[in-house]
């Protein structure tokens, strides 16, 4: 089973969710169930009563709510000097072990428990998740592939205006049909890559991005899309949860067979985890883009400028509910006051990880509902159009269903409706669009 596919992969709590019966030695911590007793009487209690694994359960909860992983640890080694075959103990020992970066300690009590006769299938598959992502992290050179292709339909392929009744010159006209809401097929290829050539144990490492998209349409060949984007900087760690990034970004995009434009920038992010919460990111990229005519795409140079976005990007789990927002600002300056503008967004997520058992063995399956808003406010009117500054709202909304076939290949569906309301008839539009296809994750 690939445990790329887990949601929530290698959750440094999730040893602490597991609900078993038993002795109260073999409990899991539950690092959300504070104890209403004294800390240092408990402790107190502990000492004079090291056979007590109850006592010793107590505390090594308290500890774990508090944040002290170390004492945690010691009240649960004390537990295995009195009862070694505790396998569900050895399991908590490494998750603690990990959450502290002691991988190599943390993968002898994964082995460990794995020798435990009475350790359920569900806590085995856990331990080797947690032995894979050991290795990954201790090696020095980490990488992750996922692919994606298929098949796209779109009612409104061309992004046209939802009536033939627009403005131009400053007054009400009738727009060609051919210009209208048009609906088409196209075929997809999109390839994510990333690289990190670790520099040490800390968490300094050169790290890589790939970002790669093919679409040809079916009829409307002027939307052919390809699209490259590379990154590359150097990651500095901050302590144990903390990391910050410094790195150079080269854009390329060809639109209707043709250069559309091409960017080279740089960008600034920092990373952090939340505690058991999970983890937040924050970035700021600036880029200059050169945009090129082309027979499909005469004005399309009046577009050049720099483009500033800054973000912030939260990946939060309570209890079962795991939850991804991004928060950003998109600040861009054309040649032509009439392509500047200023852009606040909001996107989310809402992952729902499930197993279903196909054929005597488990299939891992994500179902994701997302929604998003923007505002966006130009900074000067096309007097072509009309003599009003544009003004746009947009509304998103949609789902992705990842489904595992066999290890790390799968297959996705994806549904999406945008909505754009505009001060101008112009710019007024939406589309919904449904694309399924294969996934291979490495």
Known sequence: MSFRWKATACCVVAAFALDHSGAAA????????????????????????????????????????RGDYEAAIGA???????????????????????????????????????????????????????????????????YTVFLHGGVRHQSNANVGPNGLQVRALGQD?????????????NAFQTVVANYAHKL???????????????????????????????????????????????????????????????????????????GSLGSAEALVESRHRRFVDSTNYPTASEQSGDLLTAAIATDLTFGQLHWTTRLGYDSNQAVVGYNSYKRTAIDMAVPIAFAVPLFGTPHQFVF????????SNYQAANLVVDPTVRRDKEYRVGAIFDAQLVDNIGVRTQLNYFKIDSNLPNYRTNNLSVSVGPTVRF
């Open 26 to 65: 073999q409990q899991p911590i539950v690092a959300s169930a504070v104890v209403q007793q004294d800390y240092e009487a408990l402790a107190q209690q502990m000492y004079q009563s090291p056979s007590d694994l109850d006592v010793s359960f107590k505390f090594a909860e308290q500890a774990v709510a």
């Open 173 to 185: 006209a009738v727009l060609d049909a051919k210009y209208g809401k048009q609906p088409d097929w």
């Open 368 to 375: 994701a509902p997302t929604a998003g808003y923007s505002s």
């Open 200 to 274: 040490d144990l800390r968490g300094d490492a050169i790290e890589v991005g790939f970002l790669g998209l093919d679409s040809r349409q079916n009829r409307l060949s002027q939307f052919n899309l390809g699209l490259v984007e590379l990154t590359l900087g150097q990651r500095v760690a901050i302590g144990q949860s903390a990391s910050f990034k410094v790195y150079g970004i080269g854009d390329k995009v060809w639109l209707g067979d043709a250069d559309y434009f091409n960017a080279a920038g740089g960008g600034l992010s920092a990373r952090t985890a939340l």
């Open 76 to 142: 649960l080694q004390r537990m295995l000097l009195t009862n070694p075959d505790l396998p569900r103990v050895r399991l908590q020992l490494g998750v603690l072990y990990f959450k502290l970066g002691s991988f190599e300690i943390a993968r002898g009590y994964f082995q460990e428990a794995l020798k435990g006769a009475d350790l359920p299938a569900e806590l085995r598959g856990q331990v080797m998740a947690y032995l894979a992502e050991i290795d990954r992290r201790l090696s020095r050179d980490e």
